[in-house]
């Protein structure tokens, strides 16, 4: 009875190894795989989620995989924080171990957020205006100066965010000048873009709202992604 315990424990010990060793080699490939079809410098973080692994190997199904990437530069942009789950991804164990480059990897769906700081909002905006925080339902604050009939006309504005083809339009939606100042198209002179295009996993905007350490928050999601080029 013994030796049948100490057995089994063995047998026990084995599959945890080998679960492990399995989803360290899966984690190592899709990362590889991510890198390689966002253009990353280096290789993000994986992190299969769901014990055992290998029940989900043998299947060829992982129901979620957490992708930490750090930060990147888009089109001039930096892109902080940029964090995806895969949802539902399909890859055969031993395609992987055998054929790992010519594996077809795909993602049934993708969520992700990235995170614009205020130094990066702060490089977009118009000269002699600061980001201050949120300014209250999805808006950011700006202050500063604007230049009106040769005078610096110190001003506050709450600027609403809108999404178009992967470009953030910040546009005043309430505007306070200090001084009983009258300007003109005082809008025009607050308003700027920030670009966040070429986002990876083939993430799409769906909402922007204030972050909580400052800057501004996007959530992005994305369905049958492929993981390989």
């Keep these: 009875m013994r030796k049948l315990v100490v057995a089994l424990l063995v047998l026990v010990v084995l599959a945890v190894v080998l679960d492990r060793v399995a989803v360290a080699g899966v984690q190592r490939e899709i990362a590889k795989q991510v890198q390689a079809s966002a253009d990353l ?4 973080t994986v992190q299969v989620k769901g014990v055992p692994f290998l029940t989900q190997a043998i299947g060829g199904r992982y129901e979620e995989i957490a992708i930490d990437i750090g930060d990147i530069q888009r089109e001039g942009i930096r892109l902080s924080d940029v964090q995806a789950t895969l949802y539902g991804v399909e890859a055969q164990l031993m395609d992987l171990v055998q054929n790992a480059a010519g594996t ?13 700081s205020e130094d990066t909002l702060n490089s977009r905006a118009p000269r002699g205006i600061k980001i201050e925080g949120g300014g209250g339902n999805g808006t ?11 005078n610096q006309v110190p001003v506050t504005a709450d600027m609403k965010i809108e ?4 470009v953030l339009r910040l ?3 309430k505007v306070t000048i200090a001084g009983g100042f009258t300007v003109p198209n005082a ?4 308003t700027f873009t920030v670009p966040v ?6 993430l799409k905007i769906d909402e922007v709202r204030s972050a909580p350490g400052g800057g501004l928050a996007i959530d992005a ?4 992604v492929p993981l390989s080029r």
């Design 221 to 224: 999601t994305a369905t049958d």
């Design 140 to 150: 950011v604050r700006v202050s500063g100066e604007v230049t009106a009939f040769g």
């Design 41 to 44: 410098d280096t290789p993000p």
């Design 163 to 166: 999404v178009k083809d992967g």
């Design 171 to 173: 546009t005043p939606a």
């Design 104 to 116: 077809k990897i795909v993602a049934e769906r993708v969520t992700g957020t990235v995170t614009i």
């Design 197 to 202: 295009q070429g986002l990876p996993l083939d």
């Design 187 to 190: 809008e025009r002179l607050i």
